[in-house]
């Protein structure tokens, strides 16, 4: 019970403070401006002067000469959790939202706003919640709270009517935030980033809420990438029986590599050069299953997982790029190809 008052802090928009990665160039101005210091008369009142102006200048506009985003899907190391970071240009769409704080800080406050921080990211397009349970859903309230987001979008067999569902959407209209609830045949465009949503039908035909999650095709100049949410079996057979699934490239896996997903035919029918399984480090529901892996695998596709892996970054190319965290830090290739650094 000691810890209420960080915890209450931490609920305000104040909760969360972030240093951005500065500009080499600022940084050497104020080390200029720190030796001016050392001299008396003038040039000390200069470096007083330069020094506020500098530290000012590289919070409001830490990199200056930054290009556009590259046209990327990150896959967030949340554990056992959810998230996606898709991005082109100037624009910025995050699925699925990884874990609340029921347990300490949320993967918002400690993995994924300080991963943006990081990349030079300071609002988001869009948050798209594939559903509401808690390890998808569960930091989009921090996220909201602390960054500048355009809209929220989620099942719209699902509306936020009751418990944390409503009180985010009670804040995101307090925000701002445009509130746009999704079903098939509707389609978000955030300027080259567009998504078809495939799942859930409306009226909805399934009663498994995991089964109505939001299934998004992303095509793009990227590779074409599938989100599946927590989509079991059954809504794996309706999506198939309408004629809605094709080969992808990338699959985030459904329902974190659960054996109730993942069927045989689902596998066939998507045929992912790359599967992603987005789990914890030894997880108690024991994901991804061995067989579901292996049914992957069987099936050509190069299985990366964030419990071994670490975060991923998948860059869009002719031939597309994937990146492990495990293998080290590839932020620096968060860029465009044209400006990216040789290692």
């Known amino acids: 019970s000691f810890l209420w008052l960080p915890d209450f802090l931490g609920r305000g928009g104040w909760g969360s403070f972030f240093i951005p990665v500065p500009w080499a160039g600022w940084l050497a101005a104020y080390v200029a401006s720190l030796s001016l210091l050392a001299v008396p008369g003038k040039p000390r009142r200069a470096g007083t002067f330069l020094v506020t102006g500098v530290a000012l200048a590289a919070w409001a506009f830490p990199q200056p000469f930054r290009g556009p985003l590259p046209t990327a899907v990150t896959v967030l190391d949340v554990g056992q959790a959810s998230c996606q970071l898709v991005t082109s240009g100037s624009r910025t769409v995050l699925v699925d939202a990884g874990n609340g704080n029921a347990r300490g800080a949320s993967s918002g406050r400690t993995v994924i706003e300080p991963f943006l921080a990081h990349v030079g990211i300071r609002e988001l397009s869009a948050v798209v919640l594939t559903h509401w349970d ?26 936020p009517v009751e418990g944390a569902p409503l009180r985010l959407a009670t804040l995101a209209r307090r925000r701002g935030t445009a509130i ?96 992603v399984f987005s789990v914890g480090r030894g997880n108690r529901f024991g994901q991804p299953h061995p067989k579901v892996t292996e049914r992957y695998r069987s099936a050509g596709a190069r299985i990366l997982r964030t419990d071994r892996d670490g975060a991923l970054l998948i860059l869009a190319g002719p031939k597309p790029l994937a990146f492990k965290m495990r293998d080290g830090d590839w932020s620096r290739r968060f860029r465009p190809p044209g400006q990216s650094r040789r290692p």
């Open 134 to 159: 808690s390890d998808h859903a569960g930091s989009a309230a921090d996220l909201v709270r602390d960054l500048r987001v355009g809209m929220l979008a989620y099942p719209s067999t699902d509306p």
């Open 180 to 275: 746009l609830p999704l079903h098939r045949g509707q389609s978000l465009a955030a300027g080259d980033i567009r998504m078809e949503v495939l799942n859930p039908a409306d009226p909805a035909t399934l009663s498994e809420e995991n089964d109505r999650s939001l299934v998004l095709d992303l095509a793009w100049g990227g590779p074409r990438t599938l989100f599946s949410g927590d989509l079991q079996r059954r809504g794996e057979s309706e999506l198939a029986r309408e004629g809605l699934l094709r080969p992808v490239h990338l699959l985030v896996v459904p329902h974190h590599g659960s054996r109730s997903s993942s069927s045989e035919s689902w596998v066939l029918a998507v045929e992912p050069k790359l599967a």
